[in-house]
């Protein structure tokens, strides 16, 4: 199910990110996919609990291909379908080492691990799909402000999740007891 899940909510972001504008809150650009984008690095790394990391990196790819799959038949443009791809596989694996690797409770591991994943997916994404390098969306004026708008979303949606994990332990705990 954690599988399921992971894969769904990766290509549910593509889907809503084509599908709306993204959100101007101030100065900030934020795709709306930006706050599912920051759930899969929590269900990534539950799917890894379960799995181990060598079977993580072959669910990871699986979601690269449908994420790439998806973002095309979406019609969005080369750039961003290579952005996208070259963005997730930095940050997905990032994410994997860094939870791999610290020897901290699992809500800390997540929390950091999506914090780094969260703002490398978000720095590549903009720099190599929206900016003029790229597809051209966003003028190298704004590229901060749509980095720093999906970083804020993605790190909050970290905080988010691993209070609910949080919660739900100690739910489980108290039921145990």
Request: net charge positive; no cysteine.
């Amino acid at each position: 199910m954690r599988i399921l899940l992971y894969l769904a909510v990766i290509v549910l972001a593509n889907v809503v990110t084509a599908k709306f504008a993204p959100l101007h809150l101030g100065v900030f650009i934020i795709p709306y996919g930006s706050f599912l984008i920051g759930a899969t690095f929590i269900l990534r790394d539950l799917v890894q609990n379960k799995y181990g990391k060598k079977k993580t990196y072959m669910f990871i790819f699986t979601a690269l291909a449908l994420s790439a799959i998806s973002s095309y038949l979406l019609g969005d443009t080369l750039w961003i379908v290579f952005a996208s791809a070259v963005s997730f596989a930095i940050s997905e694996t990032t994410d994997t080492e860094i939870y791999s690797r610290l020897k901290l409770p699992m809500n800390i591991r997540i929390l950091y691990s999506g914090v780094v994943g969260g703002i490398l997916d978000s720095a590549v994404f903009v720099v190599i799909g929206l900016s003029p390098l790229g597809a051209g969306f966003i003028p190298w004026e704004a590229v901060w402000m749509a980095i720093l708008g999906q970083v804020i979303i993605k790190v909050s949606m970290q905080f988010v999740g691993v209070g609910l994990l949080q919660l739900a332990t100690i739910k489980n705990k108290e039921q145990l007891a």
